[in-house]
């Protein structure tokens, strides 16, 4: 059974152990658990779509309800439902719930939703399920307790990778991710010029790097970057800045320093299952990758006849200042965030993209 204990009711922040004591964890819940583990924070729209299309991928069935909305023929487990169990997940403190609190709240705003991390009952059971050393999972629930700006970004960027996810998986094989990298795997740095001849050190380090096989071009690249327009754009104190992001992607790029740090994980099939970090400095690699484009995903909008505005266009505005490359260039990509969403994570594919080269019209990731 799975009741609460008691009848009081019970806090949105403060789990209550002892509210469903006889909490039988079931097999959706292991889902849940290894979900959360993959994509680090995940909201109860996410997950939802999430496990719908785990449960498309298992074959189960889906009916159109009286809502309108897909539900699982075999079972009534909708939005309602899962909200519900993640309520007794997080009360059993397998899950913990965080808040976006840099908002609006109370009256007339109503209360923020939940993010949900993993809870300290969770490594064990994970660790049984997937292998994973439950220290490892330890560390990510104790890195997890940030501030809302940090929340809000590291939601952006799970939100990206469902979303993509979800996308290779209505692609019906067209598109397969190849590999998902974040964290200090992808942490690098370059040594090159700045705008102006000065030889600086440039980070380059992304929120994520990704691989797509696509069905008649190949295999694409990808670091990206979730922009929400709190860094600044050009600064004048020496901190990360979006012009020092694009020097160090550029100068990363032709120095193909790339080619010698990373190439595909792969099982003794040949099937690439993530990504390497090369112990030595040869390029004797036959699985290394090649190329790579760079992905802002940033605030503005882009408009009839590529007409930005918001923070995509002052970015652009600032490009001539950093060289001819620049203005020239299909390294960089830019959409605004509205470009794509979990109800149609298919446009994620589709011609969204800006690039500063004006020859080229609006691009695609599997094009």
Known sequence: MNKPAQTKRLSRYVPNKEAFP???????????????????????????????????????SYAVGSDGKNRPTEYGFGPQALSKRLKQLFNARYLERH?????????????????????PKSPKILEEKTGVRSQAIRRIIESNRV???FLRHALGVATFRAILGLACQQSQGRVNLLFWEQGDLI??????????????????HADAFFGLDVVGRGNVHY??????????????????????????????????????????????SGQIVGLDVCADESTEHRNMITGFQVLFVAPGAIGRDKRLSGRISRIFAELPSLGKFFT???????????????????????????TPNPQNDLMSMVE
Not at 187 to 204: M, S, T, Y
Not at 232 to 248: A, C, E, F, N
């Open 22 to 60: 006889d909490l039988v964890l079931r097999d959706r819940d292991f889902t849940i658990l290894r979900l959360v583990y993959v994509h680090r924070f995940l909201s109860s729209e996410l997950l939802w779509h999430l496990l719908k299309s785990e449960d498309q991928i298992a074959g189960v």
């Open 99 to 119: 808040y976006i609190t840099d908002q609006p709240m109370g009256r007339g705003y109503g209360s923020p939703r939940a993010i949900y991390g993993l809870g």
């Open 147 to 149: 501030k809302s700006l």
């Open 187 to 204: 942490r690098d740095f370059i040594i090159g010029a700045n705008e102006k001849g000065e030889d600086k050190r440039f980070p380059v």
């Open 223 to 268: 670091f990206l970057e979730i922009d929400r327009g709190t860094e600044p754009i050009v600064s004048s104190k020496q901190r990360t800045d979006i012009r020092r992001k694009l020097i160090g992607y550029r100068l990363y790029r032709k120095s193909q320093k790339f080619l010698k740090r990373y190439a595909y994980r792969q099982l003794p």
């Open 328 to 354: 020239t260039n299909s390294l960089f990509w830019f959409t605004p965030p509205e470009s794509f969403n979990v109800e149609e994570p298919e446009k994620i594919f589709s011609r969204c993209w800006i």
